[in-house]
């Protein structure tokens, strides 16, 4: 009996870790063909958190509808370094013309960012290809969105659907980004793969 025990212990072991495995997957695999927008204001001020969101719409404004025609992460990250001077620029004149005498930083870099739940999609955490926008200190609260696929400049009447279709998303990618539930799904089994650890196999 304790030999058979063990065995259906195992049995739902390894079931569970090729499930986590596949969530794993699909996780690196949105890491790997995102490219996050993230604007960082100089401080908590409420005018700094006001010309943030000046510099943000700059920025968006800069980047439509050129991202919209994009296909690939790879054309994507080209497009962005090259348009890296013109999008500070856009982004010192937001400044100014706010009556800011803040400098803006474009750069295109790796960041860590936290789970992120939005209307129509959800991002768990990891380290992703990062549009990062910091003005003068980059102490304040900052604002995060998805410039590739080109979900925070959506086209007139295009769904999130269409905009990762059209970046060339497959369907089961496009799916993982609409799961919000599934992250935290993933942790719980986890917790539940060392109950069962205790109880079928201690001693």
């Known amino acids: 009996m304790k030999i058979l025990t063990k065995i ?22 949105l890491n790997n063909n995102l ?13 700094d958190q006001a010309v943030k969101l000046q510099v943000r719409d700059a920025i ?5 509808p ?9 054309e994507a990250k080209e497009y962005l370094c090259g348009k890296l001077q013109q999008l500070e620029e ?16 474009v750069t295109l870099e790796k960041e860590t960012f936290p789970t992120r739940d939005y209307e129509t999609f959800s991002l768990p955490a990891g380290v992703y290809e990062s ?27 295009e769904d999130m659907t269409d905009a990762a279709a059209g970046a060339g998303f497959s369907d089961p990618l496009t799916d993982t980004l609409q799961q919000k539930e599934g992250y935290e799904i993933r942790f719980f089994l986890l917790d539940c793969l060392g109950w069962l650890q205790n109880l079928f196999f201690r001693g």
């Open 8 to 29: 259906l212990g195992t049995s739902i072991l390894l079931f569970s870790l090729f499930w986590i495995g596949g969530l794993i997957s699909d996780r690196q695999q």
């Open 35 to 47: 490219i996050r927008l993230h604007v960082v204001a100089n401080s908590d001020s409420e005018a």
């Open 60 to 64: 968006v404004s800069s980047l439509q």
């Open 90 to 105: 856009a982004a010192n004149s937001a400044l100014a013309a706010g009556g800011s005498s803040l400098r803006a930083v």
């Open 66 to 74: 050129d991202m919209q025609k994009i296909s690939g992460i790879a």
């Open 131 to 157: 549009l990062r926008v910091t003005i003068g200190d980059g102490a304040g609260k900052n604002w995060w969105c998805v410039v590739f696929p080109s979900l925070c400049l959506p086209a007139a009447g």
